[in-house]
């Protein structure tokens, strides 16, 4: 996702306009080497397409408006001390409300006189201490200062461009739950009114329509063969009927219709057990093709389990999945995460189709086929887990990094043994605050990217486990 970044350079009169002129035109090159759209005032709109005046500001924000839908950030850049009132005016009139990177210039300590000093290590300070005081969100780079051609603002770049999608993909995210939640499954409970005062609509359908829809297709239909054919190419599936294969698929083009049709970015799903008792098949295999083509797909109707995924997406533009936190392991800061499996098979080391070997016990093997089961491939995880706190009237989540380890097991489904420093807190965290036996995971290092989206953009409260390490 190609982003397109709105550029404001603050001119301050009585520091060198020379600085500010060869500041812009710094920093425009380096962000079209790194790929970047951007909108910025010309020269001739403005001195030096600074920004500096009230007209300056008109000029600007008007700019800005007129871009308004392209726009997913705002770059404030400093080249010398700049002027904070119009700064602060210009991101108030444009009202963008897009994530704000607040970047100035290092001075040089050789070069302190009148005609070379910047004072942008001090002009920084006042530009936040203004919008402090408009009540306008804003990101710093990880250093006061730092030269645009430094290795360090090129990485907060890329940090600040993936804070942008992360927010513009979930305002305005659509989740679908298909099916109401398994009885037995409180714990997925969430509230509709506090998401949607984020942008974040769910729209529902009961699991009979898409039955429903599923059952009307023909065997024969071009459609159908053609997704028969891609299941069978997604994993092995040497072991699985071709009756069940066909249900896969004629589900599969369902769900994925009524996707196309309203929208959706990510859907939870009743997996369980009316899809068994009454289709005959488990849909993980469906779920995983989804998961791994960049829809997430949670079991159990777990919406905001779900939207976790899609935000670890957004933020790592890799595919996602979601496990139980499922059992201990002979080191304290281990745990076995579990599931059926409906894992991305991009997750696994040699997956496979099997049929779900827990339901059968009650339902029978012959109506459980449809699993993409087996071992998470070792390496570096994030963890992530947005709930509604509906008594609290608020939006929660808890987020941080571990890994999965080389370590091996004899067991079913689909699995990893993850290790987690202070897993223990952790988990103490998670029974304390409530939250759900879910964890969404990447196969990425993306925390501090949510934690930014999450408290600074959106309001939430943020617990980062072993935060800073």
């Not at 109401?180 to 409180?186: E, S």
């Not at 049929?355 to 995880?381: D, L, M, W, Y």
């Not at 004899?410 to 939250?435: D, M, P, S």
């Not at 993306?446 to 943020?462: M, R, S, T």
Request: with cysteine.
């Amino acid at each position: 996702m190609q982003t397109t970044f709105a550029v404001i350079v603050g001119n301050r009169g009585f520091f060198p306009d020379r600085l500010a002129k060869n500041g812009r035109t710094e920093i425009i090159k380096v962000m079209e080497e790194q790929g970047f759209n951007i909108i910025i005032l010309s020269p001739e709109e403005t001195k030096y397409g600074c920004v500096e005046t009230w007209e300056d500001v008109q000029k600007c924000a008007k700019l800005f408006k007129s871009h308004k839908e392209e726009i997913g950030g705002v770059i404030v850049s400093l080249p010398n001390f700049g002027d904070e009132k119009a700064i602060a005016n210009t991101l108030r009139l444009a009202n963008l409300n897009v994530p704000i990177l607040i970047h100035a210039y290092p001075d040089e300590p050789k070069k302190m006189k009148i005609e070379d000093r910047r004072d942008s290590f001090c002009g920084k300070i006042s530009v936040c201490n203004n919008l402090k005081q408009y009540g306008i969100p804003f990101t710093l780079t990880s250093l006061h200062t730092e030269s645009p051609r430094s290795q360090t603002f090129i990485k907060d770049l890329k940090f600040f461009a993936s804070v942008c999608r992360v927010v513009k993909g979930l305002r305005g995210a659509r989740i679908g739950a298909i099916g109401a939640r398994p009885a037995a499954f409180n714990t997925v409970r969430y509230s509709e009114k506090l998401l949607e005062r984020f942008g974040i609509s769910v729209q529902t359908i009961d699991l009979s329509e898409i039955l429903g829809q599923a059952n009307r297709l023909q065997n024969k239909d071009r459609r159908v063969r053609s997704k028969v054919e891609e299941i069978r190419n997604y994993c092995s599936s040497k072991d699985i009927p071709e009756g069940a294969i066909l249900k896969m698929a004629k589900l599969g083009l369902a769900i994925s219709d009524w996707i196309k049709q309203n929208h959706l970015n990510a859907v939870a799903i009743q997996c369980w057990t009316a899809l068994e008792e009454y289709y005959g098949i488990v849909p993980c295999t469906i779920m995983s093709m989804m998961s791994e083509t960049f829809v997430p797909s949670a079991c159990e109707v777990d919406v905001t389990g779900a939207l976790s995924m899609y935000a670890l997406q957004l933020a790592s533009e890799t595919p996602s999945a979601i496990a139980d936190w499922n059992n201990n392991y002979d080191d304290l800061d281990k745990a076995i995460l579990f599931h059926c499996s409906n894992f991305p098979k991009s997750f696994l080391q040699a997956p496979k189709m099997s049929f779900q070997s827990i339901i059968a016990e009650t339902v029978g093997k012959k109506n459980t086929f449809g699993t993409c089961v087996g071992r998470i491939k070792p390496g570096p995880i994030t963890f992530c887990r947005i709930t509604t706190d509906d008594a609290a009237g608020c939006i929660q989540a808890y987020l941080g990094e571990g890994g999965i380890t080389e370590d091996s097991l004899e067991t079913f489904g689909g699995w990893g043994v993850a290790r987690i420093k202070n897993l223990q807190g952790l988990l103490r965290y998670i029974c304390k605050n409530g939250f759900e036996h879910h964890v969404a995971i990447s196969k990425s290092k993306v925390a501090k990217i949510l934690e930014e989206v999450f408290l600074n953009y959106f309001g939430w409260k943020i617990y980062h486990h072993n935060e800073g390490e």
